[in-house]
């Protein structure tokens, strides 16, 4: 795994607590209260996926399927418009011909163009948008992220059959792995929390959807708040430590 290309973030500490950014080949679950920055992240990582090779990043683009309606494109905007400014000062600091060259290349407009978005309304359109994704990235090779914002949605509301809502969750599950080992490409999904209490009456976030589903992604990570800090922690990882790194929402995007 610590071979895996990685998208890196402006949030060094989450960049590391992550083994190095959000690993390609896999699927990286943010699980989160509502406000806590899923959204956020979601629009800042398909900015990030973007980032030039010259400064370590994948020159990607990104897919972005949104399941709730909570993508904002003038957000979009800032984030790309402070990315782009970002590496253009870190060019024309640097002195490096290859940065500077990059950097140049990237405006807002080429930065939105390349996040692919896709609105689905219900669990069905869901479905249908992840049976088109192959061929999409076939058309699209430059693909290097997908992100789901979120997973949960569809699957809160409108299911009252839990047998059938296992069954397409465990289906998509498979889809997803499938594409990100095929091609290569970072699965980002985004989950709601249920809060519980255990039995030494501490309430803990679990992430929602159940107990099948708890094996889909490769790592999960807990967005959450402490005191009045964001903080993400790994939850679950065939390779990453339990370690909480914290991040910040700024008119930038998400910082560290
Ligand atoms: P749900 O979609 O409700 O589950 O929440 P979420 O976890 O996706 O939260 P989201 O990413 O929507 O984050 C909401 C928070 O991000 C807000 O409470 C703000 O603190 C911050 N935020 C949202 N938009 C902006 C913005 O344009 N500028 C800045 N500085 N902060 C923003």
Known sequence: EAAAKRIITFCPELDQVLGGGIASGQITEF???P???KTQLGIQLAVDVQIPEAFGGLAGSAVYIDTE???MVERAVEI???CCRHLQRSAANSGDQAKQQSASALSRDSMLANIHYFRVRDHVEQLAALQTLPNFLQQHPQVRLIVIDSI?????QDFQDMALRTRILAQMAQQLMQLAEDRDVAVVLMNQVTTKISGDDQTRLVPALGDSWAHAATSRVILFWQDQT???FIY???YLPARTAQFHITPEGVRG
């Open 80 to 82: 790309a418009d402070a």
């Open 152 to 156: 949960t949605f569809h699957f809160r």
């Open 35 to 37: 406000g806590v920055g």
């Open 230 to 232: 964001r903080c993400a």
């Open 69 to 71: 309606g909570s993508f």
């Open 236 to 238: 679950k990882s065939p």
């Open 31 to 33: 699980c989160g209260v």
